[in-house]
């Protein structure tokens, strides 16, 4: 080989071993680069950056906006006391006394239905006239009983709506 061709063989030797090291750097550019982006586009997006950017976040102002109006507080109403005789056979008497509170839907529906006071009275004395002392015993027949004190206050009131009869106070005697 003459010195001219051991030149030229000496640069592509030297070619290649720099072709060899930019491939490399070519390598790593390519897989770094796109784990990189990937990983800014990541941190961007649950940052809540990224989204909002790009118009789809909630932002603050959507928030409010889009946020239900907080529920109304229920209105209360109290109910005169009830004394009632319960039905019992036999000769000794037994009576119930009732102290209770309405739990209405809506604080304009207490108009409607201390007008209809008297029928609600009424009714509640009506029904608690026919119950017997057994019935009343246990947390299963308060309950049968709150249940059926609402539904005839339900009837009483008309489109007034009572959630519930809360008892403040229940003797037995």
């Known amino acids: 080989m003459s010195a001219a061709a051991k030149t030229d063989a000496a640069k592509t030797e030297a070619g290649d071993g720099a072709a060899a090291k930019g491939g490399g750097r070519k390598r790593l550019l390519l897989i770094a680069l796109p784990v990189l982006l990937l990983a800014a586009g990541a941190g961007a997006w649950f940052s809540g950056f990224l989204p909002n950017m790009l118009g789809m976040g909630h932002g603050e102002e959507h928030a409010a906006a889009e946020a239900p109006p907080a529920p109304r507080p229920p209105a ?11 039905n019992v056979p036999g000769r000794r008497p037994a009576y119930i006394k009732l102290r ?3 739990e209405l839907s809506r604080a304009e529906d207490a108009a409607a239905v201390q007008a209809a006071m008297p029928r609600l009275q009424d ?3 009506t029904y608690l006239r026919e119950m017997r002392p057994e019935e ?3 947390s299963a027949g308060t309950q049968r009983l709150r249940e059926e004190l609402r539904a005839r206050a339900n009837l009483a009131a008309g489109p007034a709506r009572v959630n519930d009869v809360l008892f403040v106070e229940m003797l037995v005697q």
Do not use: H
Not at 76 to 86: K, Q, R
């Open 76 to 86: 209360f109403l109290d109910m005169p006391d009830i004394i009632a005789n319960l």
């Open 100 to 102: 209770s509170k309405l």
């Open 123 to 125: 009714l509640f004395t």
């Open 136 to 138: 009343l015993r246990g």
